[in-house]
């Protein structure tokens, strides 16, 4: 019997979700806020429902991809919500990421109706991999629920990882955003100190990739910033709430996360200065403002269809890696070649920057999962299958810090404003570095 799925939300993620549901032959039914979406829907084969309601009728599971928790909640329990449509037997799977007390409030007036709760909120492997299949999911919730549910998940992401309970889930998701949002802060004020020492971006971007500071945001939304159009495909209000969720969890928690609330503080800062729609590096755009100085490269577009070309197609082939992980392959014009010799210790220099700060804060990320509750052997499989994927995750057992690299960024900052870089406690690794010598 061909499966029926309610589903929630044709937004940026929603919308390749659905359509990889439809080529496993499931029969789906789509509800958006939008009504305007319902060309689409249907010109993919897909059923329009004209509210959460209906788009819940009659069907086994009902799917949630939605921007805030505010939204998974009137979408279930409000005015016309999915959940009074749900019949007994049911699963509801949210693949948002939301506040997950929300999540388990919800849950408890699921099983007052017989209907089974899963959150399952996704990590894109590449950028924008739902776009091809490539994302993870992280699921919390009933074993059996969950069983019930593998088919669709296997149908919209390539891997998918059952770690528990409800709001273990969420957690495994804050805390890998939390690498890919310090990544993106750290990198692009790194970029704007290259800049000020007259380094070629797009030649430290080709450096980079292959360098131990290379990591999600390094490899592929560094030519999004580096074309202006600040990444089409997530909204700053996005990020904002994805931060203030994980500073939540750690107070909640009793966890200190000090860098953690650093990225916090500045997604928030730049939330109050541009529009909540704006694309999501907006937040870099703060810092580029508050230093009178653009990271844009004239004539440079990203290859993407989210930058600054939105009609750039990706090619069909794919680069895998070592660890089976894969993205889109990019065509030849987009290596670079040119040389800096003169420059070579400046950019030694800023990329054991990047390399020690994504060590630093993955230790903040897995004091956040240790809190939780969650096995080290699970975080450690989830944040290689995610957007905070790095080279010094990868080789966690074997990264140590070059302390005389660190020593020179200090002297390369100038009169620059920048708040990441400047908080990092260099002091600290030097130190430690100097009592082993010593030693």
């Not at 996704?122 to 969950?146: E, Q």
């Not at 950019?347 to 630093?360: D, G, K, R």
């Amino acid at each position: 019997m061909t499966l029926s799925i309610g589903f929630i939300g044709a937004g940026n993620m929603g919308r390749p979700f659905v359509t990889a549901l439809l080529k496993k032959g499931f029969i789906v039914t789509v509800h958006d806020h939008d009504p305007s979406c319902e060309r689409w829907v249907c010109g993919q084969g897909a059923q329009w429902a004209s509210t959460p309601a209906a788009a819940a009728m009659d069907n086994a599971i009902l799917i949630t991809c939605l921007p805030l928790p505010s939204h998974v909640r009137e979408t279930m329990i409000g005015n016309n919500g999915a959940l009074a449509a749900l019949a007994n037997g049911a699963v509801w799977i949210d693949t948002s990421t939301t506040d997950y007390h929300n999540t388990l409030d919800i849950a408890r007036l699921a099983r007052q109706r017989g209907v089974m709760s899963l959150e399952a909120p996704v990590s894109n492997l590449s950028h924008m991999g739902v776009d091809f299949n490539n994302v993870c999911f992280y699921v919390g919730g009933a074993k059996d629920a969950y069983d019930i549910a593998l088919p669709a998940l296997a149908a919209m992401g390539q891997y998918r990882f059952h770690v528990g309970a409800i709001g273990q889930g969420q957690s495994v998701k804050l805390l890998t955003n939390l690498l890919f949002y310090c990544a993106t802060l750290t990198w692009a004020e790194l970029l704007l100190v290259a800049q000020h020492q007259g380094l070629d971006l797009r030649w430290l971007w080709n450096v980079a990739k292959d360098s131990r500071a290379n990591c999600f945001v390094v490899d592929q939304v560094t030519p999004m910033l580096l074309d202006g159009s600040y990444d089409h495909s997530c909204t700053l209000e996005i990020t904002v709430k994805d931060m203030a969720l994980t500073v939540a969890l750690a107070d909640e928690l009793g966890v200190a996360l000090p860098l953690a609330r650093l990225i916090e503080a500045r997604y928030r800062q730049a939330g109050s200065r541009y529009p909540a729609h704006a694309n999501h590096l907006k937040v870099v755009a703060l810092m580029e403002a508050e230093n009178q100085r653009r990271l844009l490269i004239d004539g440079f577009t990203a290859p993407s269809p989210y930058g600054a070309d939105r009609t750039y197609r990706h090619p069909d082939t794919f680069v895998i890696d070592a660890r089976g992980r894969r993205k889109p392959s990019l065509p030849e014009h987009f290596g670079y070649t040119l040389t800096h010799p003169a420059c070579g210790h400046y950019a030694q220099c800023l990329l054991e920057v990047m390399a020690w700060t994504n060590h630093t804060i993955l230790q903040e990320a897995l004091q956040l999962g240790g809190a939780m509750g969650l096995e080290p052997s699970l975080l450690e499989q989830v944040v290689s299958r995610s957007c905070g994927a790095s080279w010094v995750d990868d080789h966690s057992d074997s990264y140590a810090p070059h302390p005389a690299l660190l020593h020179d960024l200090p002297g390369m900052m100038a009169s620059l404003h920048l708040p990441i870089l400047r908080a990092l406690d260099f002091d600290r690794v030097l130190d430690s570095s100097s009592v082993r010598q010593a030693s």
